[in-house]
């Protein structure tokens, strides 16, 4: 199938879906309401197969150690598979199945599949990384940019959204935007940090008198980033920033790595 936009709709939620793009999600409007940030580098991208930053782009698998590129230096960030064109493997009513094979500059062969499931009240995304070769550490999360507004009927910007959650610890940051390997209480923001929340993540969004969206999913990490002016980021993944060298999920022949993340809304 060709990888053109794909509209889905459950009740009054559309969501547009870019294969081409990434494989985003390149809106999400509730009761005609946009949740996304605009632009093509918004949305919300899969970061596969690592989340945010590699050290100077460099991770080891044994004695190996592999080098990529450098796309925020001093520093790799956010996997390879948000540059390039995914495949349409199928399309319903509300949901649409992705396909992206593993190429160079990554190292290893594999194949990672997206599902994108709207319901009336909620948006789930299910991530895959399977090998039928070689075994290689990987990590799976999602970067959405949610709008920190929602434009009001009459064109004017509602209030701020509030982002509410309740971690079991902050990665200290070092200089070099990576954790150090210290884990602290968690800090008041602004953040660009990732949290531990081993029962799985769990962060609400409100935007007061509009909507209520929670991002959950069962993975124990997430980057919250809200020190940008237009949107705030909520991003659950696999492992923390670095994590291919400092808590590796290893992809086998036998057991992919796979995660998921629902994003669930109520009206105010």
């Known amino acids: 199938m060709s990888n053109e936009p794909i509209t889905l709709t459950a009740g009054d939620a559309e969501a547009i879906v870019l294969p081409g793009n990434g494989g985003r999600i390149g809106g999400l409007r509730v009761g005609g309401t946009e949740l996304l940030r605009q632009g093509e580098r ?35 960030i956010h996997g390879t598979a948000r540059d390039a064109a995914w495949r349409t493997a199928r399309v319903g009513g509300s949901e649409a199945v992705l396909t992206y094979d593993l190429v160079d500059p990554w190292p290893y062969t594999g194949r990672v ?7 009336e009240d909620a948006l ?16 799976v999360g999602w970067h959405p940019w949610f709008n920190r507004t929602l434009d009001g009927a009459d064109g004017a910007d509602g209030p701020g959204v509030e982002i509410a959650f309740d971690p079991a610890w902050q990665e200290e940051r070092g200089d070099d935007h990576l954790p150090t390997g210290n884990r602290v209480d968690p800090k008041p923001g602004p953040w660009d940090d990732c949290f531990g929340m081993p029962d799985g993540v769990d962060v609400t969004l409100t935007w007061p008198g509009r909507l209520e969206l929670k991002v959950t999913s069962r993975e124990q990490w997430a980057v919250v980033y809200d ?23 290893l992809v086998t022949p036998l057991e992919p790595l796979e995660a998921t993340t629902t994003w669930s809304w109520r009206r105010l």
Do not use: K
Not at 125 to 137: D, H, I, K, N, Q
Not at 232 to 240: D, K, L, S
């Open 227 to 249: 020190e940008q002016e237009a949107a705030v980021c909520v991003e659950p993944q696999t492992g923390p920033p670095n994590g291919l060298n400092t808590l590796p999920r």
């Open 113 to 119: 599949t997206q599902v994108v499931a709207l319901a």
């Open 124 to 139: 789930t995304l299910t991530m895959a990384v399977e090998t039928y070769e070689s075994s290689f550490p990987a990590q």
């Open 42 to 76: 918004y949305g919300c991208f899969p970061m596969v197969p690592w989340c945010g930053r590699i050290r100077e782009g460099r991770f080891s698998d044994g004695a190996v150690v592999h080098q990529m590129p450098l796309n925020s230096p001093p520093h790799a």
